[in-house]
């Protein structure tokens, strides 16, 4: 079993920055990805970023050049650096870990962004 704990998130202006972490604990070894992705109302979940045990990286165009996401493998975190935030960023924003060749997938609770203009 894996726990996520995230924090991070708020209100911020159009133009503005925010940086989200998620801190996992728990049955951690081997390949493994973490993640960020989001949910707009009324949208399906959407891949944010996402980055690999190895450190190998994955954005959609919506966001790249945009956000940032690192780990420290040392202390099992993950982070988000959010720059140049739009409106059509706001959403809830949920940390994934997942265990590729083992198929565990385990989810935050997810934290609000929203981005006002």
């Known amino acids: 079993q894996v726990q996520l704990v995230e924090s991070g998130g708020g209100l911020v202006q159009a133009g503005g920055s925010l940086r989200l972490s998620c801190a996992a604990s728990?049955?951690?070894?081997?390949?493994?990805?973490m993640g960020w992705y989001r949910q707009a109302p009324g949208k399906q979940r959407a891949m944010v970023a996402v980055?690999?045990?190895?450190?190998?990286?994955d954005y959609p165009d919506s966001v790249k050049g945009r956000f940032t996401i690192s780990r420290d493998n040392a202390k099992n975190t993950v982070y988000l650096e959010m720059n140049s935030l739009k409106p059509e960023d706001t959403a809830v924003y949920s940390c994934?870990?997942?265990?590729?060749?083992?198929?565990?997938?385990?989810w935050g609770q997810g934290t609000q962004v929203t981005v006002s203009s």
């Open positions: 994934n870990f997942r265990i590729p060749l083992m198929n565990l997938d385990y």
């Open positions: 728990g049955n951690i070894f081997g390949f493994n990805t």
């Open positions: 980055i690999t045990s190895t450190g190998n990286t």
